[in-house]
């Protein structure tokens, strides 16, 4: 079928009529049930494709701006802010320095060290504490009667 001609058809429908045949065709086809779905409810929400933004070559204007940032404004030179200027993280090379790499596990350790303490009371750490005593109480005990089982086993 030519596309002129079912548009013109198709234009020359209401609203009703248009959504009536959509939704007819869309049930008959498995791979069109986004178009049931948005027939089901006509009077619907509306949404509509996000524009897009045009992506500008552009250079940035730096006149008036200094080269160096002022002193004492806890910014270096690279872009990155906060921490201890005066010391970097990364050699030259980009290799991590010994410091960084110690702070940085000494962090994740805090971090574990936390979680399992943090885990212990929890609902659950709790339950599987008392289950530990408990269980352990019992093995006492048992080994208690084990013990005296024996123990008047001999005197016999």
């Known amino acids: 079928m030519d596309p002129s001609i079912a548009r013109d058809a198709l234009s020359a429908l209401t609203d009703a009529e248009i959504v009536a045949v959509v939704r007819e065709v869309a049930d008959a086809r498995p791979g069109l049930a986004f178009l049931a779905a948005a027939c089901a409810d006509p009077g619907g929400e509306v949404l509509r494709p996000v524009e897009a933004f045009p992506i500008l070559d552009a250079e940035a204007d730096t006149s008036g701006v200094a080269s160096s940032p002022a002193s004492g404004t806890g910014f270096s030179g690279t872009g990155l802010s906060g921490g201890d200027v005066t010391r970097s993280d990364y050699t030259d090379d980009g290799v991590p320095t010994y410091d960084a790499v110690r702070e940085k596990i000494e962090g994740r350790f805090g971090t574990a060290i936390g979680s399992a303490e943090l885990a212990h009371e929890t609902p659950a750490g709790k339950s599987v504490e ?25 005197d016999d």
Not at 135 to 148: N, P, Q, S, Y
């Open 130 to 154: 008392q289950q530990w005593t408990e269980r352990e109480k019992a093995a006492k005990a048992r080994l208690d009667e084990i013990r005296k089982s024996m123990g008047t086993f001999g």
